[in-house]
């Protein structure tokens, strides 16, 4: 006898295996993460079982934990203006390509990101370091005096978070930019309005989806980024992802524990200003 499951049933059963895994690795780790980022820290175990709200108050209360938050914003906000900047020129030319043409581009894209973070980095410290090739160029050319160390800034940690995270927005905007009916544009065109009115008013507020995403995706990759951070902006230049690192290197976790939540919640932040701001769900008439 054939039984036919209900519409309902059928998602239940399509979205329950992945609702079981995201609960037991992701769901259960993180709320014991956020217990242990109440209790006190211990020489001698994980953690010493003495509620405290001490970890949270002392990342708030301390300078030092300030000047490293607004770090990892203004690193975080140059990465986003940069990669929007020079990503939506390219997923615009790459979105009026014809789908092999787009396809071919895309996978170009992509090769960098089949190179290791760590090799990239190691590749931006030869270029950049003291006797690296710029350094030496330069001298060469008696444009410097003597040789200048290019690493362990925020211009060599936002120039290696760049070269890692374009890739990911070209690619968000390009998908958003082709499903733009062409209609649109042609309409806007035969009622008189210019090339840039028509993006403006046309092309842009349609690929806010993309942009969002994009946006939200280089976000949460540039935040929870360390091997870049860590090689390039050296004991110089750390940001809040290094702070958890050195927590954990020197066994608070507790302290790792309530870093790794104020990192999280700076990133639940800034999710909701790029919707509140870019609204992207306008496109289907509903901001």
């Known amino acids: 006898m054939r039984t036919t499951l209900s519409p309902k049933s059928l998602a239940w059963a399509v979205a329950l295996p992945p609702l079981v895994i995201l609960c037991l690795f992701f769901v259960v780790p993180l709320g014991y993460l956020l217990f242990i980022s109440f209790m006190s820290n211990s020489a001698t175990s994980l953690y010493d079982l003495q509620p405290t709200l001490a970890n949270y108050t002392d990342i708030f209360s301390d300078s030092f934990y300030w000047l490293i938050i607004q770090r990892t914003l203004l690193s975080t906000a140059t990465v986003l203006v940069l990669c929007l900047l020079l990503g939506y020129p390219v997923a615009f030319y790459a979105a009026h390509l014809s789908p092999r043409g787009r396809l071919i581009m895309l996978m170009i894209m992509m090769v960098p990101l089949m190179v290791s973070n760590v090799v990239r980095a190691y590749g931006w410290v030869a270029i950049l370091g003291r006797s690296g090739v710029l350094s030496s160029t330069l001298k060469g050319a008696g444009l410097i005096a003597r040789p200048v160390q290019y690493l362990y800034s925020f211009e060599a940690v936002t120039l290696g978070l760049l070269?890692?995270?374009?890739?990911?927005?070209?690619?968000?905007?390009?998908?958003?930019?082709?499903?733009?009916d062409k209609r649109y544009?042609?309409?806007?065109?035969?009622?008189?309005?210019?090339?840039?009115?028509?993006?403006?008013?046309?092309?842009?507020?349609?690929?806010?989806?993309?942009?969002?995403?994009?946006?939200?995706?280089?976000?949460?990759?540039?935040?929870?980024?360390?091997?870049?951070?860590?090689?390039?902006?050296?004991?110089?230049?750390?940001?809040?992802?290094?702070?958890?690192?050195?927590?954990?290197?020197?066994?608070r976790w507790p302290r790792a524990a309530a870093l790794s939540f104020v990192l999280l919640l700076i990133a639940l932040i800034i999710a909701v200003v790029i919707q509140v701001v870019i609204r992207p769900q306008r496109v289907q008439g509903k901001g």
């Open 163 to 180: 070269t890692i995270l374009l890739p990911f927005m070209v690619i968000s905007l390009t998908n958003s930019l082709a499903t733009i």
């Open 185 to 251: 544009t042609e309409a806007a065109h035969s009622l008189g309005a210019g090339p840039w009115r028509t993006f403006l008013r046309v092309t842009l507020p349609l690929s806010s989806p993309g942009v969002a995403s994009g946006l939200m995706l280089v976000t949460f990759l540039a935040l929870s980024a360390y091997v870049s951070i860590a090689l390039l902006g050296g004991p110089r230049y750390k940001l809040l992802v290094s702070m958890v690192f050195d927590s954990v290197s020197t066994f």
